[in-house]
């Protein structure tokens, strides 16, 4: 088991900058991806970017190339989510997933890899 705790949400202005942070505690040694999604209202959840400690490497979706950078610590405890030049477009409630022990040869982007959850946090882009 692992549990994982999102942090860092907000209200940020068109153009702004936020950093999310996801602490993970238990199992945390056998952890091989974390990842980031995001769920608007009305819509499904959605890919943003995920980091692998077993194949896969790290990955982002095309909507967040160049503004968003993922970054971990070796401890396997923390996971980040740097987002820079913040659209509207990016509100949304964003949830850190991991899963554990396997090895992946492909896409990290689809929910169904990922056992274990946060809550998420909220992050609304005013225009």
């Known amino acids: 088991q692992v549990q994982l705790v999102e942090s860092g949400g907000g209200l940020v202005q068109d153009g702004g900058s936020l950093r999310l942070s996801c602490a993970a505690s238990?199992?945390?040694?056998?952890?091989?991806?974390m990842g980031w999604f995001r769920q608007a209202p009305g819509k499904e959840r959605e890919f943003v970017a995920a980091t692998s400690w077993s194949g896969g490497g790290t990955q982002y979706a095309d909507s967040v190339k160049g503004r968003i950078a993922i970054s971990r610590d070796n401890a396997k405890t923390m996971v980040y989510l740097q987002m820079n030049s913040l659209k509207p477009e990016d509100t949304a409630v964003y949830y850190c997933a991991a899963d554990l022990g396997k090895y992946y040869r492909g896409s990290l982007d689809f929910p169904g890899l990922y056992a274990y959850w946060g809550q998420g946090t909220q992050v609304t882009v005013s225009s």
């Open positions: 238990g199992r945390t040694f056998s952890v091989s991806v």
